[in-house]
T-cell receptor
């Protein structure tokens, strides 16, 4: 099946630093989604990307849909303590009939901010 | 509060038992999705219901089943539980078949 590979697996950064993480796939995706999960909570949608080359911002977060449609990256500028969490990329999977089969998620990037 | 309600929050049960997890979607959302999150497998799509009908099936074991009721709440039934079924189970909902799901806070299942 379609798999999403996220890197890095974890990041230890200082407050105020910029963060960059990415997601790659061997298959083409028509939609890329970035979610954040806080401890004890479900994932929350941060940014959705629908077009190759698209660059979208949400506050200090910026995500881009790669031109090959096989990758996406997420940047966080000037990190703050509440940015701690697990960041997942995700994309829709389709069955052979073209019907959506749910989302496939990457394994996540753990962001840890050191004071 | 995301608007998606899952109960119970925690569940501890023995191997071989059967449990039911419940999900109430956000008001107005017709689609309900179930996901399993474990340390080794990450977030795995199990099954989707849309307006009471099964729409898509993912990596759901035969021991697991789900349904969506006329009031749109959904239940995930897990039977003949094994130690490996211990995981977080999330429900998500959306208005149609779009991808901007809203997730609930999950049910943490521990099988002992």
């Amino acid at each position: 099946g379609q798999q999403l590979n996220q890197s890095p697996q974890s990041m230890f950064i200082q407050e105020g630093e910029d963060v960059s993480m990415n997601c790659t796939s061997s298959s083409i995706f028509n939609t890329w989604l970035w979610y954040k999960q806080d401890p004890g909570e479900g994932p929350v949608l941060l940014i959705a990307l629908y077009k190759a080359g698209e660059l979208t911002s949400n506050g200090r977060l910026t995500a881009q849909f790669g031109i090959t449609r096989k990758d996406s990256f997420l940047n966080i500028s000037a990190s703050i303590p509440s940015d701690v969490g697990i960041y997942f990329c995700a994309g829709p999977v389709f069955d052979s009939g073209g019907g959506a089969d749910g989302l496939t998620f990457g394994k996540g990037t753990h962001l840890i901010i050191q004071p | 509060d995301s608007g998606v309600t899952q109960t119970p929050k925690h569940l501890i049960t023995a191997t071989g038992q059967r449990v039911t997890l419940r999900c109430s979607p956000r008001s107005g959302d017709l689609s309900v999705y179930w996901y399993q999150q474990s340390l080794d497998q990450g977030l795995q799509f199990l099954i989707q219901y849309y307006n009471g009908e099964e729409r898509a099936k993912g990596n759901i074991l035969e021991r697991f089943s789900a349904q969506q009721f006329p009031d749109l709440h959904s239940e995930l039934n897990l039977s003949s539980l094994e130690l490996g079924d211990s995981a977080l189970y999330f429900c998500a909902s959306s208005r149609s078949s779009t991808y901007g799901y809203t997730f609930g806070s999950g049910t943490r299942l521990t099988v002992v």
